[in-house]
């Protein structure tokens, strides 16, 4: 791609931002501001069932919810809207060719904005409360970028099957639920023996959420490796589910 038609699908991808982001903001007084809050409510709610309920032995439990249930929302909340990222617009993928995976990139982009000011709120709330380690902020881009870059590639194979078939639409929630549980959020991960310890040793976000929680409630890298081994395994996955899209989406102005 030559720089003009880099700068081009750039400029897109932030118009396709922009638009989604007003259109939440149309005719609601919570719509674009709803996703950023909505993680305080499940962290209210959560801290309620498992804290105060069934007294899950965590130490500064709210923290160590919260530094694993943020970047997990930023992973449901995208997913939810995923695979009807191309199926919604039709018309602008007829209309013109373009690099189609922008139309799911930029529903990324548009959650991505949501999760960082949720999470600068996070980082204010700790580095009021004396909880923060200043130095681990130095760390924090990298959680994030790999975070991105997994949900990107989950986000681009669900809107390229949902273009052939929508079944994926009628399970995904029921995935995500099983799939929360299944990462240890809401209880410590030595809560949890067996076969759910060996599904974990190879799920993205059972590492993703313990690098978020080493640098927001540890205050220390407990794997440091994880870090930099996690962003790498994010960005060949990135890769792998660009080219899959790419391929599957050669003909997609004709199938959509």
């Known amino acids: 791609m030559t720089g003009r038609g880099k700068r081009r699908t750039s400029e897109l991808w932030w118009t396709l931002v922009e638009r989604q982001i007003r259109l939440r903001a149309k005719r609601t007084l919570f719509g674009a501001l709803w996703p950023a809050f909505s993680p305080f409510l499940l962290l209210a709610l959560y801290v309620f069932v498992f804290h105060s309920v069934f007294r899950v032995p965590v130490r500064r439990y709210p923290v160590y919810l919260f530094a694993g249930l943020l970047p997990w929302t930023f992973l449901a909340q995208t997913l939810a809207q995923g695979p009807t990222a191309i199926s919604n617009d039709p018309d602008l993928v007829r209309r013109a060719p373009f690099r189609y995976e922008i139309l799911p990139l930029s529903l990324v982009g548009v959650m991505a ?144």
């Open 113 to 256: 904005v949501y999760f960082i000011a949720t999470l600068a709120m996070f980082v204010a709330y700790l580095a009021i409360q004396g909880e923060l380690v200043w130095k681990m902020l130095l760390v924090l881009p990298l959680p994030v970028i790999a975070l991105s870059l997994f949900i990107g590639g989950v986000v681009m194979i669900l809107s390229i099957v949902d273009v052939y078939t929508r079944d994926v639409r009628l399970v995904l929630g029921n995935i995500i639920t099983v799939w929360f549980f299944l990462v240890p959020i809401v209880y410590r991960p030595a809560m949890a023996k067996g076969a759910v310890r060996s599904l974990r040793r190879v799920d993205p976000m059972n590492m993703l959420v313990g690098v978020f929680r080493d640098v927001l409630y540890q205050g220390h890298l407990s794997r440091p490796l994880n870090t930099v081994l996690i962003l790498g395994i994010c960005a060949v996955f990135f890769a792998v589910c660009l080219a899959v899209f790419r391929h599957f989406a050669v003909n997609l102005p004709r199938d959509v």
